[in-house]
């Protein structure tokens, strides 16, 4: 399995409460890493030049939207090889929105859970699914 970290970006902090507990719970070994805003993410990712397993935003982000983070780290050269999932995990998407996230070439579109075990059902479908999937080295 790719042990590499899975970004989360979400600006609501009982989600990411609810992200960490259900995380603990499955064992994964990946480590999660938090930010608030696409730029915190751009940043990170111009300072720690790693290649993480997984990248799980949010739509509705505060300054930088999640679209506006994928166009960025589409151009972004840490980012681009196509093997790093970008996937968006929203409290609620419009047909619009859907149509725009699959037409920047994210892979996938989850609506969060309100509860526990939603959220944790979730993290574990999303993650099962991409350490399954086939990536060039």
Not at 2 to 24: G, H, S, Y
Not at 69 to 80: A, D, G, Q, Y
């Amino acid at each position: 399995m790719n042990i590499e970290p899975i970004l989360i970006v979400d600006d609501d902090t009982d989600d990411r409460e609810f992200i960490q507990e259900a995380w603990k719970d499955l064992n994964y070994q990946n480590r999660l890493i938090f930010f608030k805003t696409g730029e915190d993410v751009l940043k990170f990712l111009d300072a720690e030049k790693i290649t993480p397993f997984l990248i799980i935003s949010d739509v509705n982000l505060r300054k930088m939207d999640g679209f506006e983070l994928k166009e960025k780290l589409l151009k972004h050269p840490s980012t681009r090889y196509s093997s790093v999932p970008f996937i968006f995990w929203s409290s609620a998407v419009s047909n619009a929105q859907v149509k725009k996230a699959y037409d920047l070439g994210v892979n996938g579109i989850f609506i969060k859970e309100n509860n526990f075990e939603g959220i944790k059902q979730a993290l574990t479908d999303i993650v099962k699914y991409w350490e399954k999937s086939k990536a060039p080295e």
